[in-house]
């Protein structure tokens, strides 16, 4: 279900085209009109299923005169669990009350996080998307692993603005033992094909990160990796002081699920696609996948997982950035 919901809200995203976002010699700029191009301060964006019967469940922790105007979602929310039945009917998406930002209604209550706060989001592309997600939620139960979108908003929202520090020192550490960095020993008949491959899908694009940050990163076969030049930490670190906070949620997103901060910079600054990511996250499984045979029920999950986590990640950048 995750997967068809981000494929529905990357279909919206379409306008968004290809620039890059990250070129260390200039400063960003933001755009040409500078304002939203949204005419309305409410969306019509609604979803009602007149065809089904309406489904009266009382919320978790409601009023008993139902006179409350916002629901909060319980901090389990963050973690995948089922956090309750559907206690809604409709779910709507309309300007937030300072003018600033987009928010998610369901019937007449305002969505807040998890700490109580308002989610207030950047675009109206990304508040619709979130509804999507709420609205395609079943009444046995709210499942947050099929609302991927709506879990990296929290983290934007919540975890990034207290733990910015932390999160760039985490990315910073974690580049030494990069993915793309890691290089199978040429010269063993065992890997040498894997060399091959590397070379040709890998090597362009420690190319773009050596004109983009103007240092050559150095590769290594060990598997505990290795070490590189502090003037490209320097240049990346530079990078990410630079990102608002759902940026920096994506691209962190990112980097946990391939296990590469470069592949993360890549999606981020346009040069890779998410297909493109997916490759090269991959290519080594599969070539052994190629040569030993797929594992049901084992690698297909596997390949499914990696594929909302990317897309969901590269979809909220995307809806993020679009007014």
């Known amino acids: 279900m995750a997967a068809i919901l981000i494929g529905r809200a990357f279909k919206s995203a379409r306008v968004v085209r290809a620039r890059s976002f990250c070129t260390t010699s200039a400063a960003r700029k933001p755009d040409s009109d500078g304002q939203s191009s949204e005419p309305s301060s409410s969306s019509s964006f609604t979803f009602d299923k007149e ?38 009917k409709k779910v709507t998406t309309r300007e937030a009350d300072d003018g600033n930002g987009w928010t998610v209604m369901l019937d007449y209550r305002t969505l807040k996080t998890p700490s109580k706060r308002p989610l207030k989001l950047p675009s109206l592309a990304l508040a619709k998307a979130i509804a999507a997600e709420w ?6 139960g709210i499942r947050p692993f099929t609302m991927p979108l709506m879990k990296l908003a929290c983290t934007a ?32 008949d065992l890997t040498s094909d894997v060399h091959e491959v590397q070379v040709e899908r890998i090597d362009p694009l420690l190319e773009w990160v050596e004109s983009e940050f103007g240092i050559k990163p150095k590769v290594y076969s060990s598997i505990f990796g290795g070490k590189q030049d502090d003037k490209l930490v320097k240049a990346v670190e530079g990078l990410l002081n630079k990102t608002n906070d759902g940026e920096l949620a994506s691209i962190d997103a990112l980097e946990a699920s391939a296990h590469s901060v470069v592949i993360a910079l890549g999606i981020y600054c346009g040069k890779l696609q998410i297909d493109d990511a997916i490759k090269l996250i991959r ?19 596997d390949i499914a997982d990696l594929k909302v986590q990317i897309s969901a990640a590269t979809v909220f950048l995307a809806l993020s950035r679009q007014n």
């Open 283 to 301: 290519l080594e499984e599969d070539l052994q996948v190629d040569k030993w045979g797929l594992v049901e029920g084992g690698h297909d999950i």
């Open 51 to 88: 065809s089904e019967k309406p489904i009266l469940v009382k919320a978790p922790n409601a009023r008993r005169n139902n006179d409350s105007d916002s629901v909060t979602m319980p901090t389990s929310f963050m973690t995948g669990s089922i956090v309750g039945k559907r206690f809604y």
């Open 135 to 140: 609205e395609y939620q079943l009444a046995e």
């Open 157 to 188: 929202l919540e975890r990034v603005p207290l733990t910015r520090p932390k999160i760039i020192e985490h990315l910073l550490r974690k580049l030494h033992q990069d993915l793309v960095f890691f290089r199978a020993p040429e010269d063993n």
